[in-house]
């Protein structure tokens, strides 16, 4: 039952309700008391900026004391724990697990974070995934490329986050640089890169679908096709451009969902929110990683008017006993509007304008709202992933060529402002 509070609110636990996990604590807050659980003992200070510990009955951090955490959980006898963001994957699983709560199998919680161990899943499940090779060492690594005569490979990191030290490579001089650039790194997940991952370049457009499961059924609540362009550095980096909310009744919809469900069903993700990101090649879709977690693109506002839901609501609902909001829903979203995420671009190296951007984009008919990843005055640098992009703005309107004159009004407003 849990032990609620004096106002009748039963016990939550967040672990790590960092950036968009900041949207699903304040959401839950209204309903329950909210303790917040850290996974790590120092999280990165642009990370837990945005924590919003103003909603936290305790805040208490994991790793300095686990026995600690654990049994005074267990006198707080919390509803549910849920993984806020991508650092809390595996506390959460271990966390729930302990409590006989809904959650992810922990058996395969690292393969729910480490790209090598989440292919190895797939291949295991029979389901499609791209040629890889995980190495510390560099020489084993263009060995690979050349038995495979892959042309082009993709060198990334095992488990960092935001597209941090992605490089997409055609000669072995490219990928000894992307390799000496992530090896040895402690990266943006407090995790040191003791290896690299050379993958298969994978042709064809690439999507984001959002999902929420309960007990094993899976449901989408939307997805994205991304649009990428070259970073402003000059070198042959791309940065996400934006995203359109994707027609739920397109081909490519109708090949995406089937297969993201059989990757969730890969990786045990039974409960809870899942952020998958793919690619539809000639071959067929095929996966870049799945987190189980809520997405970066979550906005609760924009996604209601859009699809008449939103992953955030429908996350907390996978906990709740009933799951009203989920059983009256279909398995797919509908599309009531057109929805573009666009990632903002730094240009140049300046104090952020927030307050003169949101103004400016404010005045744009199709404009919904703007989120920016750090505070006003903030000292921007050229953005070559998603963590230097300054923030995201969501366009929404039921005339797409309403968002494409929003989204070129946009780009100019950028260019002069940042």
Request: some cysteine; glycine content about 6%; aromatic content about 6%.
């Amino acid at each position: 039952m849990g032990a609620p509070d004096s106002a009748g609110r039963p016990v939550l636990a967040l672990v790590d309700a960092l950036t968009t996990g900041a949207l699903l604590a304040r959401r839950a807050a209204a309903d329950h008391r909210i303790v917040h659980i850290r996974s790590r003992a120092g999280l990165p200070e642009t990370f837990a900026a945005s924590l919003p510990v103003e909603v936290f009955a305790a805040d208490l951090t994991y790793p300095v004391d686990p026995e600690g955490v654990t049994a005074r959980l267990a006198a707080l006898e919390p509803v549910a724990v849920i993984a806020a963001s991508e650092f809390g994957v595996e506390t959460a699983d271990r966390l729930a697990a302990r409590f006989g709560l809904r959650g992810n199998d922990p058996a395969l919680s690292a393969a729910r974070r480490d790209k090598d161990l989440m292919m190895a899943a797939l291949v295991r499940a029979g389901v499609p995934a791209p040629r890889q090779h995980r190495s510390s060492d560099l020489g084993d690594l263009l060995s690979w490329r050349r038995e495979r005569g892959l042309p082009r490979v993709v060198v990334k990191p095992l488990d960092s986050a935001g597209s941090e030290d992605v490089y997409a490579c055609d000669t072995d001089e490219e990928i000894r640089a992307a390799y000496e650039a992530a090896i040895g790194k402690t990266n943006l997940m407090l995790c040191p890169n003791e290896a690299v991952l050379v993958q298969e370049y994978l042709e064809g457009d690439e999507y984001v679908v959002n999902t929420v499961s309960r007990d094993g059924r899976h449901w989408i609540t939307d997805a994205w096709i991304s649009r990428k362009r070259p970073a402003v550095t000059g070198d042959k980096r791309l940065i996400y451009d934006y995203e359109d909310l994707l027609d739920p009744d397109t081909p490519a919809a109708h090949a995406l969902f089937p297969y993201v469900e059989r990757v969730l069903d890969a990786l045990a993700v039974t409960d809870g929110p899942g952020h998958t990101e793919l690619i539809l090649t000639p071959a067929g879709p095929r996966l870049l990683e799945t987190g189980a977690r809520v997405s970066g693109l979550a906005n609760p506002v924009a996604l209601t008017r859009c699809t008449g839901a939103d992953q955030v609501g429908l996350t907390l609902d996978c906990h709740t006993a009933d799951a009203p909001l989920l059983t009256a829903r279909p398995p797919r979203y509908a599309r009531r509007e057109h929805a573009r995420c666009i990632n903002l671009v730094a240009h140049r190296a300046l104090p952020l304008p927030t307050r003169e951007l949101e103004a400016a984009f404010s005045r744009l008919p199709a404009f919904e709202s703007s989120r920016f990843r750090t505070a006003e005055g903030t000292v921007t640098r050229p953005t070559v992933d998603l963590n230097s992009s300054p923030g995201v703005v969501f366009l929404v309107h039921r005339d797409p060529s309403e968002i494409e004159r929003g989204y070129k009004a946009l780009r100019e407003i950028e260019h002069e402002l940042l």
